[in-house]
């Protein structure tokens, strides 16, 4: 079952679980709205008829843009999946109140009612897909996104049928349909849980960065202002209400003709539980004609005819119907008319519509495209109602509602009319801004390849291919990237005459996924190019074209008497070969290779790669053999090589290396690539006294790309005992853990131990300051040194605090704390003092008071028990001390007042392992024999 959703929708690895649950949480939220929705229409219709929906029209438009505006704000305070569930919850309280209304009817409940559900559909929905855009890549949202619609037709296909049948075989009364739904939203909290959980780290990671994006503060004026500079957006907000319109207008007609025809024509009465029931079965099979249409019809159609021509087919089916409808007035009429426009709207028009934004510039698009959905879609809905209004009024609808219903299909028509005229000119202007767009290389790559292959979209970029601006074919290769379509195999072979090389790479990737139509006289030829990447997929084609004997084919190019030839066919099978493929390279291949291309850097690192893509554990000799080489190019493709043959032999050479400036990025990214079993290596090293400070300093953050929870116990330990110089890298790698990993235990209060410890040692400093005159050159220097250090310590401090205090708090507050206004300083230490422990503020806030340096060294004593110092006592401290460059200083500095206790502990230091602390303790002896 696994391998057919597979090969249906490419789900991958990783990926069962958490689109399970998601297929499983749309599938939930459908069902529900689908419950509520002919209850919804049943109960208005019952109790106040069809001529108040236009008031409900307007009171929904009215209410949902206050209720989105606090929505947005409330989504800039809350995580994401609290947002959510605090929603749902408030979402099931609802429920039951509008329950317990319902049965003690008031003439304004079936009002809040209807407006409540159509907020209930608006906010559930649109909270799902923010959600799904949390946790899914751009690519895997090009994959499984049509799935997760899918599971949303389904879930309203389903809602409907079982209202039908809840309602006419299982007697459930239209206000208990209520109570099922609260229990479905309860069990959707469930599932977000889930899905959170599945993902945490990564949701709110990406939470996280999205608030540290700048917020433009955009007014509905200025909106409004970007969309009226551009002829296409205004034609799609023309389109996009001209559509909300006539579909409000159809959905009256519907309800209305709906409402007469279960009617008991003695009494007058309408029958709630059919009318329910038929709402139900209608909403369903509505449903399921939208999934044929996605599923069987709607790509066909899109690639076929072009974006330009499926806006055309809802409004002419709907101009259609609108016919049919004024000439035959009944439920069946009306039934077919209410159905084209679900139908098609929720699957060919709406991807018509959202096919409308391509060529519209990324960050256009960010500023505008809420808008159009949103507010022109309610305002366009709310002014439906007004219009509904003033058409039940002339058309007199409560004297002969079948006549006034007649007479508002030819006002619809006339929008329809309307509707048509914008299209039309729509399939121009998209392709003039399209071609625009491509022209100034404006569009956003990642996001038009979901949604690219369409006709009339392939025509514009074919159009690109053949002009003469490298950079625009180059453009529009990008975006066809992946694109199968016969159309393009014409322009695409006279590119491979082209004289750019990128080009002509390009464009083979692009022929690879069109290759049934390429004749191979024009490939063989580019097998034989001087650039290895023309040959590389050259040779891949060929190999599609003559798959029957691609074997054979193989074999030929790994023994050809061209060493170029047997490069290109080892770099190839790398990226396509099979197991069978894969085994005919052999050790004396490959060692004939290395032989033959001593003198050839290129050939070489293309060995190199391709050794490591074919991930043998067998060729890690010859990848080692190529760590010395004396090529750094070739030197950092071998240690991607062992990155991706997870060779462990090779720790110990990738340590050494992290010294060297060639190779050390991608040194420590290989050794982070091992994971955890790494890490105690790593730690030795950390804690060895022998290893050199080039590599100490690059360990913690090789350990910082490992996200794992051992990662931080490791770089916490560490910091009770390493020197200090060491100990600003090991915070730094921590605290781009508690970005990369905030899930994970930082230890409050151990770190809190750390902040106190680095706090004394401020303190300590100042009074070292105060003691030690300033006199010399060498004693100015080693107060400044020490300053230094005490600035160092505050920033620390805060990076500690930042392990488990809002990051972005505590970073605004250190740069407030060390900035010179007084009003900004006070406001940090204000924020401190409200959320830090009461022990930490008792240690740290003092520092920050406007006081002198005696009262701050008085402070320090009182706090910390310190002794008074001399100024022997004060660099007898530093030359004991953890900080490297302190204590050169000091030993330094010492050389010219020596007593017993400061030679004592100068003597201890000889044949230290740091440079500048040897020449120190030298020059002091040296003195001292004198």
Request: glycine content about 4%; charged content about 20%; hydrophobic content about 45%.
């Amino acid at each position: 079952m696994l391998k057919s959703a597979r090969s249906i929708f490419d789900i991958r690895e990783g990926e069962y679980k958490i689109t399970f649950l998601m297929l499983a949480n749309i599938y939930l939220i459908l069902l529900t709205f689908y419950f509520l929705k002919p209850a919804r229409d049943s109960l208005f219709l019952v109790e106040l008829g069809a001529d108040q929906l236009p008031y409900v029209f307007i009171l929904t438009a009215l209410i949902v843009i206050p209720i989105t505006t606090l929505y947005s704000k409330a989504s800039r305070i809350l995580k994401l999946n609290r947002l959510i569930i605090y929603t749902n919850v408030a979402l099931i309280f609802c429920l039951f109140i509008l329950r317990y209304l319902m049965i003690h009817p008031n003439d304004w409940v079936p009002y809040l009612f209807y407006s409540w559900v159509s907020i209930y559909g608006a906010l559930t929905t649109s909270q799902f897909w923010l959600l799904a855009n949390h946790i899914y890549t751009a690519t895997q949202a090009k994959r499984l996104f049509s799935l997760l619609g899918l599971g949303a037709i389904f879930g309203a296909f389903s809602g409907g049928e079982i209202t039908n049948i809840m309602v006419d075989y299982m007697n459930v009364s239209t206000e208990d349909l209520l109570l099922f739904c609260a229990g479905f939203v309860f069990f959707s909290i469930l599932l977000i849980k889930l899905i959170w959980n599945s993902k945490k780290t990564e949701i709110e990671l990406q939470h996280r960065q999205l608030k540290k994006e700048p917020q433009r503060k955009e007014s509905l004026w200025t909106i409004f202002e970007s969309i009226k500079t551009s002829k296409h957006l205004m034609l799609i907000v023309g389109i996009l209400s001209i559509t909300m319109i006539v579909g409000s207008l159809i959905d009256f007609q519907f309800k209305a003709i709906s409402t007469e025809s279960f009617t008991d024509t003695t009494t007058g009465i309408v029958n709630k539980s059919e009318l329910t029931a038929f709402l139900g079965t209608f909403y369903g099979r509505l449903s399921l004609a939208s999934i044929f249409i996605q599923m069987f019809l709607a790509g066909k159609v899109i690639k076929k005819f072009g974006v330009g021509t499926i806006i055309l087919l809802l409004p002419i089916g709907l101009l259609l119907g609108s016919v049919a409808f004024f000439a035959y007035t009944s439920l069946i009429s009306a039934v077919l008319l209410r159905g084209t426009d679900g139908a098609l709207k929720n699957s060919i028009d709406k991807t018509g519509r959202e096919l409308l934004f391509l060529p519209v510039t990324p960050e256009l698009k960010k500023r505008t495209k809420l808008f159009i959905d949103l507010f022109v879609d309610r305002v366009a809905r709310g002014l439906a109602g007004f219009l509904l209004l003033l058409l039940i009024a002339v058309f007199h609808y409560d004297e002969d509602p079948v006549s006034a219903m007649q007479s508002i299909s030819l006002v619809i028509g006339l929008f329809v009319t309307v509707w048509l005229i914008l299209a039309f000119l729509m399939r121009v202007e998209y392709v003039n801004t399209f071609r625009q767009a491509i022209e100034n290389r404006e569009l956003n790559l990642s996001e038009i390849r979901q949604q690219i292959n369409e006709s009339s979209t392939i025509n514009i970029l074919i159009t690109s291919l053949q002009s003469s601006n490298q950079r625009e074919i180059i453009y529009a290769l990008d975006m066809l990237e992946g694109i199968k379509n016969e159309s393009l195999i014409d322009p695409l072979n006279k590119l491979l005459q082209h004289n750019s090389d990128e080009i002509v790479i390009k464009t083979l990737k692009l022929l690879k996924h069109n290759y049934e139509e390429i004749e191979i006289t024009n490939i063989k030829s580019f097998v034989d190019s001087p650039n290895p990447q023309i040959r590389i997929q050259a040779l891949h084609i060929l190999m599609l074209k003559e798959s029957d004997r691609s074997d054979e084919l193989v074999q030929s190019y790994l023994t050809h008497e061209n060493v170029e030839h047997r490069i290109t066919a080892i770099c190839m099978l790398s990226e396509i070969g099979t197991n069978k493929q894969t085994a005919l390279i052999n050790d004396v291949m490959i060692s004939n290779i290395i032989t033959f291309s001593e003198d050839n850097q290129e050939n070489l690192k293309l060995l190199v790669r391709a050794l490591g893509q074919l991930q043998n554990p067998e060729y890690s000799k010859y990848v080692g053999r190529m760590l010395d080489h004396p090529s750094d190019e070739i030197g950092n493709e071998a240690i991607k090589a062992i990155r991706k043959l997870k060779d462990l032999e090779f720790t110990n050479w990738l340590i050494k290396a992290l010294a060297d400036s060639r190779y050390r990025v991608e040194a420590r990214k290989t050794l982070a690539s091992f994971g955890t079993l790494i890490l105690y290596r790593l730690n030795e090293q950390l804690n060895d006294f022998t290893t050199s400070w080039q590599i100490k300093i690059q360990l913690p953050k090789t350990m910082s790309l490992i996200h794992d929870q051992m990662s931080i116990d490791i770089l916490t330990a560490s910091l009770s005992h390493t020197v200090e110089n060491l100990k600003f890298h090991i915070i730094k790698a921590l605290s781009k853990l508690r970005v990369n990993c905030p899930d994970l235990n930082f230890y409050q209060k151990k770190i809190d131990q750390f902040i106190i410890s680095e706090i004394k040692m401020y303190y300590q400093y100042e009074q070292i300051l105060s003691v030690i005159a300033q006199n010399s050159d060498d004693e100015k220097l080693l107060h400044k040194s020490i300053e230094e250090s005490q600035n160092l310590k505050i920033e620390q401090i805060f990076r500690l605090l930042g392990l488990y205090l809002n990051p972005t708090d505590i970073y605004n507050a250190y740069q407030a704390v060390v900035s010179k206004d007084k009003n900004r300083q006070s406001s940090a230490v204000e924020l401190l003092d409200n959320i830090l422990s009461r022990e930490l503020k008792k240690y740290l806030l003092p520092i920050f008071d406007e006081q002198d340096r005696d009262k701050i060294v008085n402070t320090g004593r009182e706090l910390y028990k310190l002794k008074r110092l001399s100024s022997e006592g004060a660099l007898l401290l530093l030359v004991d001390g953890k900080d490297i460059w302190l204590k050169s200083l000091a030993t330094y500095v010492a050389r010219n007042q020596q007593t017993d206790k400061i030679t004592k502990s100068v003597q201890k230091l000889q044949n230290y392992k740091i440079t500048v602390v040897n020449e120190a303790v030298e020059l002091y002896l040296n003195t001292a024999d004198r």
